[in-house]
């Protein structure tokens, strides 16, 4: 049997179980991206660097994806997908061995960059699996499912992160990333049907769509949206400990920002489609900018540890995770109107977006947490009102 009729056998069975496969690759990869937030500080002193250095670890993973994913994507296009699904997960896990490891900052920079590279060359060909495998009437629910496993690996990976540092090391936390990348390598391998690689199309042809004048002034609004809450969602740690959360609950603080990030993310599907994109984003950052300024104001004020004000902490922290994670679906609405006929093209740009906010904006954070932890809130408060204006700004150009 070939490659075509070998993935034809397997979307004529509408068997989701390879679709589930590529989730658990999807959740390593989101664990491998997140996970660093939640040790940030043990990082930072077992290789003798500031939590404002280390943090530039996440901003490496991020750039690196941001840029290397549509090139990627270009030189691997005829490579068939099982084979480049299953390289691009021991890549993960070699590269998150080799970070477990490593004895200085510079070494460990390098293997992040090599995950980052993983990561870049499995996401999307994961996406693009999952929609050719599934059966039409499901094809919504294997994209959903895909995406699924970002969203866990957003509410588990920091305060699992934080919890096993405290209890093992950071060093133990990577190695378990690298066996959940490896053991979800060996499923690929096993359950995926083989599949072929598709046309050669050039980076230059894949770009084109940027010339649109709708997709180039929407998409800056991700990664403005998206460098708002990054800049202090890599320092989370330190972050809450200047809102007056004390160490052994931070954790539970975090999975507060994982559940709103559900919620967030489950429903703004709903309110893009009855309101429209427009004025789901307009209170998304609305949300966003109070919350974080909220926040920066409870760290100037050095709160007390009481019920009140750890209540209003956690429903703080709940509203900037649901307002970070519910910026996307809208995002997609609106590019997907601004070029109907490039719809994998816009949306794979959109994720590099993505990723070029979570490291432009970790970037930032970093230098603002060296002036305190007030300053950092008010550098990522003053990003995400101007993420609101120029949503406003962008809207007497195009109109979606």
């Given at each position: ?20 496969i ?75 061995l080799?970070t ?7 070494v ?9 590279l ?64 490896f ?32 997709v ?23 972050a ?28 703004c ?9 427009v ?81 432009s ?18 550098v ?12 406003i ?8």
């Open positions: 049997m070939d490659d075509k009729q070998s993935g034809e056998r397997a979307r004529e069975r509408g068997d989701l179980m390879p679709v589930v590529l989730v658990l690759g999807t959740f390593a990869v989101g664990t491998d991206a997140f996970i660093v937030a939640g040790f940030l500080p043990s990082l930072a002193a077992s290789l003798h660097v500031s939590v404002g250095v280390a943090g530039q670890s996440v901003t490496v993973f991020a750039i690196t994806y941001a840029v290397f994913a549509p090139i990627l994507a270009t030189l691997a296009a005829k490579v068939p997908r099982r084979k480049l699904l299953v390289a691009a997960l021991v890549v993960i896990a070699g590269a998150n080799g477990a490891v490593a004895a200085d900052f510079t460990l920079m390098a293997f992040r960059t090599l995950a980052a993983g990561a870049a060359a499995y996401t999307p060909t994961a996406g693009a699996v999952a929609a050719w495998l599934a059966p039409s009437a499901l094809r919504g629910r294997a994209l959903a499912l895909v995406l699924a496993g970002l969203t866990l690996a957003t509410v588990l990976s920091v305060p699992a992160g934080d919890l096993i540092s405290d209890w093992a090391s950071w060093r133990a936390a990577l190695g378990l990333v690298a066996g959940l990348a053991l979800s390598s060996v499923a690929v391998l096993r359950i995926l049907p083989v599949l072929g690689g598709g046309p050669f199309v050039p980076l230059r042809d894949r770009l084109a769509v940027l010339r649109k004048p709708g180039v002034s929407i998409l800056p609004l991700t990664v403005l949206g998206m460098a708002a809450s990054y800049a202090v969602y890599a320092y989370s740690v330190p809450l400990r200047g809102v007056g959360v004390a160490p052994g609950a931070i954790g539970g603080f975090l999975f507060l920002y994982g559940l709103g990030a559900v919620l967030g993310s489950a429903l599907g709903y309110v893009t489609d009855r309101w429209g994109a004025r789901m984003l307009s209170a998304t950052y609305s949300v966003m900018t109070l919350a974080l300024g909220l926040l920066g104001c409870l760290a100037l004020h050095a709160p007390s540890r009481g019920i009140i004000s750890t209540a209003v902490v956690g429903l703080l922290v709940s509203l900037w995770g649901a307002s970070t994670w519910s910026q996307t679906p809208p995002q997609q609405h609106r590019l997907i109107a601004a070029a109907p006929e490039s719809v994998s093209l816009v949306l794979s740009l959109n994720a590099s977006a993505i990723y070029l906010g979570i490291g904006g970790t970037a930032l954070g970093g230098v603002a947490l060296t002036a305190g932890v007030p300053v950092l809130y008010g990522a408060t003053v990003i995400a009102a101007l993420t609101g204006l120029y949503l700004g962008t809207l007497r150009r195009y109109r979606v």
